[in-house]
Nanobody, 129 residues
Framework: QVQLVESGGGAAQAGGSLTLSCAAS???????MGWFRQAPEKEREGVAA???????NYADSVKGRFTISRDKAKNTLTLQMNSLQPEDTAMYYC????????????????????????WGQGTQVTVSS
């Protein structure tokens, strides 16, 4: 069983930065981990994901602005968000898949919420213009 707790959300001005952190309990070494967001009246969307081999994936809307990283020793996941825009306003969720031990990573869709089994409670990010 994996539990995820996000922190670091808050308010920022357009062009500013925020860093989100996710503390995981349980074994996530062989799991994909990702950040998703959901704005009011919109569907949840994948923002960034990191594969067990540390390959990263980003939504086009955040490429070049957001950076995902993980510390396997501390079992933490981080999302550095720069050049924030009002359209980045949303609830941000940390997520982890079940372990992938035999499935080729290429078979997994890293930014698809359906791939993820464990979810945090979310942290709000609000960007004002």
């Amino acid at each position: 069983q994996v539990q995820l707790v996000e922190s670091g959300g808050g308010a920022a001005q357009a062009g500013g930065s925020l860093t989100l952190s996710c503390a995981a309990s349980g074994d996530t070494r062989n799991s994909f981990m990702g950040w998703f967001r959901q704005a009011p009246e919109k569907e949840r969307e994948g923002v960034a994901a990191i594969v067990p081999d540390d390959t990263t994936n980003y939504a086009d809307s955040v490429k070049g602005r957001f950076t995902i990283s993980r510390d396997k020793a501390k079992n933490t996941l981080t999302l550095q968000m720069n050049s924030l825009q009002p359209e980045d306003t949303a609830m941000y969720y940390c997520a982890a898949t079940a372990p992938f031990l035999h499935t080729p990573f290429s078979w997994v869709r890293p930014l698809s919420s359906g791939e993820y089994k464990y979810w945090g409670q979310g942290t709000q990010v609000t960007v004002s213009s």
